[in-house]
DNA sequence: CATGTGAGTAGTGTATACAGTCTACAGTAT
DNA sequence: ATACTGTAGACTGTATACACTACTCACATG
């Protein structure tokens, strides 16, 4: 299987600015970064260019590349829109109502409901990304598939934290998650929608809390 | 003031795409590109990186590059979205409410009456487009205005194609966008959502319909 | 005829070198 | 002390060369 590294690595940089091994807003400059992976510029700044695309960094021509700044003002961008979104890619997958997804999105809430059980947030956390992008599959629609992955990626960021830091999150995620399974089996768009909104809105509410607290300490 | 040439290539490629000169599901081959532009393939790579953000080609990894469908399936995906994301970003316009940014939409609605009254489609696209802008920017929402541009220039397409198809648009056009503006001017979020939302309902029908007449041609 | 294999070529992906821009800092003038 | 200018170095952007992959077509085999 042959790979692009300029998308491996990319891959790689995501995972370390979501899970905050890259700092937001450090810089990245592509020759320590080529260093750091064995490669040369090429791919590094091909790489850039995707992590760019999702949100998690911002580049200034010519100056550099710094990764994207987490506060208040850029949950409240970033979570304004995934309400509008997502939403939509519910509504959508309700509509469609493929079995192969409902299936997918059963087994989803299965594996997040095991790591409920066993206190384990991590593997909640994949379990919950892993059932979003369920949805996002079933929606087909691949105009909304890029532009939820186009903010996907900055929302994994507060929710990852939200999670480990708010465990009130997780029970009302998983509720909220069985509501919307429960809408996109039967194929109900308009409860699939308001329920995914729902859901968005009061983790938008918990994170912006934990942010708060996380500010005032 | 120094450039960078992939962005401006970028951004020319997208003119040619959009105005039809770049065929859809044309084959966009790197070499061939630089030739043309008497470019290396470095900022030509890189230029096809931000139109492939932009939704407008799609890219198969080592195998190339194409200009994105133009077709029923896909104006449903793109007009879809859009109308999540217009509505959004006229709401939040209209709260944010910003004196400059009503009377730059003021100056946009006077350029497309005239362009409307001496008949001139083109410029009246322009400043449609321009009033489109000026939205986006008095949303005041960085990510959301990263997603616009993610769709917008998709659905520029359509936009230019249906006006010089469908003169009875630019009417409904104009018509909705003064609605949008006394919205927008006095505040009121909910009613600059909901006529956005229906300006948009209603193009997304009347290009459906141009395109099903084209199908039929 | 249908299918499989191998060679050649087109074109993408990566590495490296060079040119240009920006930033930081030292030196000089007021 | 402050402001301005010039220089060096860091780093981005582009050009070119090479490596690798995918596709096409000719030929061989069943």
Redesign the interface.
């Known amino acids: 299987m ?1 790979v ?1 590294l300029a ?1 491996e690595l990319a891959r790689v940089l995501e995972q370390e600015i979501i899970f905050g091994e890259i700092a937001p807003e450090a810089r990245l400059v592509e020759e320590e970064v080529g260093e750091r992976f064995g490669i040369s510029r ?1 791919p590094v ?2 790489a850039l ?2 992590v760019e ?1 999702d ?1 998690l960094v911002i580049r200034h ?2 100056r550099g590349i710094w990764a994207s700044p987490v506060g208040r003002a ?1 949950l409240d ?2 979570y ?2 995934r309400l ?2 997502e ?2 890619a519910a509504e ?1 997958a309700a509509r469609a109502r493929a079995p192969s997804h409902v299936a997918a999105l059963e087994k989803a809430l299965a594996e997040m409901e095991a790591a409920h059980a066993r206190g384990d947030v991590r593997a909640y956390f994949q379990g919950n990304v892993d059932f979003t992008d369920v949805i996002h599959d079933a929606a087909k ?4 598939r ?2 939820l992955n ?2 996907g990626k ?1 929302a994994l960021r507060y929710r990852y934290l939200a999670y480990a830091s708010a465990p009130e999150l997780v029970t009302m995620s998983l509720s909220g998650s069985k509501d919307i399974l429960a809408a996109v089996s039967q194929g109900n768009a308009r409860l699939a929608r308001e329920v995914t909104e729902r859901l968005i809105r009061r983790s938008w509410d918990a994170i912006g809390a934990a942010i708060e607290r996380g500010a005032a300490a």
Do not use: F, H, M
Not at 141 to 144: G, M, Q, R, S
């Open positions: 042959p692009v998308k090429s700044r091909e260019r995707l695309q949100g021509p010519r850029d961008e970033v304004s829109c509008a979104l939403g939509l959508q629609n691949e105009t909304l890029r532009l186009g903010i900055q």
